[in-house]
């Protein structure tokens, strides 16, 4: 895949599920920035997402 491709399908991702959602904005109120941030890239089946796909954007450097 072309990084311009993969970084198209991030950002898709990261405005169609990630803004707005209920269960980030709840943490990061409650209990804060990295525990939000900790549930996105560990729990969160878009935030693995994402995370595969940043590593195949490091893989075609």
Do not use: P, S, W
């Not at 970084?7 to 990295?34: A, M, P, Q, S, V």
């Amino acid at each position: 895949m072309k990084n311009t491709h993969l970084i198209n399908e991030i950002d898709y991702l990261l405005e169609t599920y990630c803004d707005g959602c209920f269960i980030r904005t709840h943490l990061r109120k409650e209990k804060g920035k990295t525990v939000a941030h900790n549930f996105c890239i560990r729990q969160c089946t878009i935030g693995e997402e994402i995370k595969q796909a940043g590593t195949k954007l490091q893989g075609t450097k």
